[in-house]
């Protein structure tokens, strides 16, 4: 029972103005990303900012990494546009109500465990895409609308304004720390900007420029959509991906905020947490998302490592919408974009760049790869399976030419092989062409105390090799296989010494057993 209460670590020591100032900080960063997202998802403002307030309180709240930040995503967002221009609203709801539940059931399974698969390559890869995503798109920000109500970049007075307010907003945040960290530098800058603003009567884009951010308490609504086979088969595939988007891009920042402050949250936790989240989000009109890496930095770097800052950002964001919108539409975008641009710059993986020549060549391509998938399709989750896909091939290729074979005759005229290295899939080639069964005396034995049969192709490589010797008459003795080696083996009985001793126990990857 006590786990089951226990959502929050009170031996840990809370640094509370560090908590609620940081908060305050990301909340005020969640305003016009929440309100791009659901720009490019072809949804209202409110339903980005609602799905905020949800997925950033309750994965504060439940998650597996105090101190990581959730809200709407781009990366959703891009999933669920499709079906969003289709089908409306309505369906998006109900998509994300499905894939909380999918990512509940990933938790409750304990599929968190499987981004151990994912190589430190294509988190680099990851982490440097995500950052030039995060750049490029603050690059909008430049634009304004024209006399026609087009978008068309900004020239003249109103740019060079615009420049130099985002250059101050990255200098106090460069600078703040190295005289002070008693104050969030994000936040430092974010109010000196304002007040630049105010104080001068400068004419700059605000985030009411945007969009209106008023609203009131998110109301519960459930999704008005017909219950039956037709509804589930279309927003079923929506929901699928659009989980593992999640759960993918949730998992990467779970570790990567690992790193940077030396501890270790809970995938599986925080797979239930997302899912939980973006139920909830789907019930009051919000459009889901996942975890996000901009924010949770600029949460870190402000010194959060608690709860409560996560908590702060999700209250503090609902009290914009519900009572603060007209102070919150004043604030100059300039600020918000220099934080952002900040932010890109701190997690790009600068040290990525160094190890191109100390790292293997195929890690190079693999990171390189990711980056560009990220950066060109917006496809987090794609991106890192095709990095994870590549890595594996290139795992297997290089395990296929580690397989050897040391032979000897001793002085009974019997042939021995020891054979070194994984027989699986990629190395069966190379194993059967270590043997000479024509030219091998009439006994032979081939000893896997070195070796291990990994997957259903090393047996067959092992039935098609006895096969050989039984043709030719020869005795042929296999010696230190598992038991279920044994037992996936045809002629097993005739040809396998069993030493109870020695031999070993691992499984062999197979639906045969």
């Known amino acids: 029972m006590k786990k089951?209460?226990?959502?929050?670590?009170?031996?840990?020591?809370?640094?509370?103005?560090?908590?609620?100032?940081?908060?305050?900080?990301?909340?005020?960063?969640?305003?016009?990303?929440?309100v791009a997202f659901a720009m490019i998802a072809k949804l209202s403002p409110l339903t980005g900012l609602y799905a905020a307030f949800v997925m950033g309180l309750i994965t504060a709240i439940l998650g597996g990494r105090p101190g990581m930040i959730s809200g709407a995503t781009g990366a959703?967002?891009?999933?669920?546009?499709?079906?969003?221009?289709?089908?409306?609203?309505e369906y998006i709801f109900a998509t994300v109500v499905l894939a909380g539940i999918l990512q509940v059931l990933a938790g409750v399974f304990r599929l968190g465990k499987l981004i151990r698969l994912v190589p430190h390559s294509v988190i680099f890869g990851f982490v440097n895409g995500l950052a030039i995503i995060i750049f490029m798109s603050q690059l909008t920000q430049f634009k304004t609308l024209n006399a026609e109500g087009e978008m068309v970049w900004m020239t003249g007075a109103p740019f060079y304004i615009f420049l130099g307010l985002v250059l101050i907003t990255m200098f106090i945040i460069w600078g703040l720390p190295k005289?002070?960290?008693?104050?969030?530098?994000?936040?430092?800058?974010?109010?000196?900007?304002?007040?630049?603003?105010?104080?001068?009567?400068?004419?700059?884009k605000s985030v009411g420029d945007m969009a209106s951010i008023n609203g009131g308490f998110p109301p519960f609504h459930i999704p008005m959509v017909p219950v039956n086979f037709e509804t589930l088969s279309l927003?079923?595939?929506?929901?699928?991906?659009?989980?593992?988007?999640?759960?993918?891009?949730?998992?990467?920042?779970?570790?990567?905020?690992d790193e940077i402050t030396e501890t270790r949250g809970?995938?599986?936790?925080?797979?239930?947490?997302?899912?939980?989240?973006?139920?909830?989000?789907?019930?009051?009109?919000?459009?889901?998302?996942?975890?996000?890496?901009?924010?949770?930095?600029?949460?870190?770097?402000?010194?959060?490592?608690?709860?409560?800052?996560?908590?702060?950002?999700?209250?503090m964001l609902l009290v914009f919408i519900m009572f603060g919108a007209d102070l919150i539409e004043k604030l100059p975008m300039a600020a918000l974009t220099g934080v952002m641009v900040m932010v890109a710059i701190g997690t790009f993986e600068w040290a990525s760049l160094k190890t191109f020549n100390k790292m293997p060549k195929s890690d190079v391509i693999v990171m390189v790869l990711v980056t560009a998938v990220t950066v060109i399709l917006h496809n987090l989750a794609l991106a890192v399976l095709v990095g994870v896909i590549i890595s594996a091939?290139?795992?297997?290729?290089?395990?296929?030419?580690?397989?050897?074979?040391?032979?000897?005759?001793?002085?009974?005229?019997?042939k021995h092989y020891e054979i070194?290295?994984?027989?699986?899939?990629?190395?069966?080639?190379?194993?059967?062409?270590?043997?000479?069964?024509?030219?091998?005396?009439?006994?032979?034995?081939?000893?896997?105390?070195?070796?291990?049969?990994?997957?259903?192709?090393?047996?067959?490589?092992?039935?098609k090799l006895t096969e050989r010797y039984l043709k030719q008459g020869k005795?042929?003795?296999?010696?230190?296989?598992?038991?279920?080696?044994?037992?996936?083996?045809?002629?097993?009985?005739?040809?396998?010494?069993?030493?109870?001793?020695?031999?070993?126990?691992y499984k062999v990857a197979t639906d045969r057993l």
Not at 449 to 459: A, F, H, T, W
């Open 179 to 204: 005289l002070t960290k008693v104050f969030p530098s994000s936040l430092a800058a974010i109010l000196a900007i304002f007040g630049i603003v105010v104080a001068l009567g400068i004419d700059t």
């Open 266 to 315: 809970s995938g599986n936790k925080e797979c239930v947490a997302q899912g939980t989240a973006n139920i909830f989000s789907g019930f009051f009109s919000g459009m889901g998302g996942c975890a996000m890496l901009g924010q949770s930095l600029i949460n870190v770097s402000s010194g959060a490592r608690a709860r409560l800052s996560g908590i702060t950002a999700a209250i």
């Open 76 to 89: 959703v967002a891009v999933v669920i546009v499709g079906l969003s221009v289709s089908h409306g609203p």
């Open 393 to 414: 091939l290139v795992f297997a290729w290089d395990n296929a030419k580690r397989i050897r074979a040391r032979k000897h005759i001793d002085e009974n005229g019997v």
């Open 4 to 34: 089951v209460l226990n959502l929050f670590d009170f031996s840990q020591k809370v640094n509370y103005r560090t908590e609620i100032l940081a908060g305050l900080t990301v909340a005020l960063a969640l305003i016009p990303e929440a």
């Open 475 to 505: 005795t042929l003795h296999l010696r230190h296989l598992s038991s279920d080696c044994r037992k996936l083996l045809d002629n097993a009985d005739k040809i396998i010494e069993v030493n109870i001793l020695e031999d070993p126990t």
């Open 235 to 257: 927003i079923f595939p929506y929901a699928l991906i659009m989980a593992g988007v999640g759960l993918i891009e949730s998992l990467l920042t779970l570790n990567i905020v």
């Open 420 to 463: 070194y290295g994984p027989l699986f899939f990629g190395s069966t080639t190379a194993f059967n062409s270590k043997f000479d069964v024509l030219n091998d005396p009439e006994e032979v034995i081939i000893d896997f105390s070195e070796s291990r049969v990994v997957d259903m192709s090393g047996i067959e490589a092992l039935n």
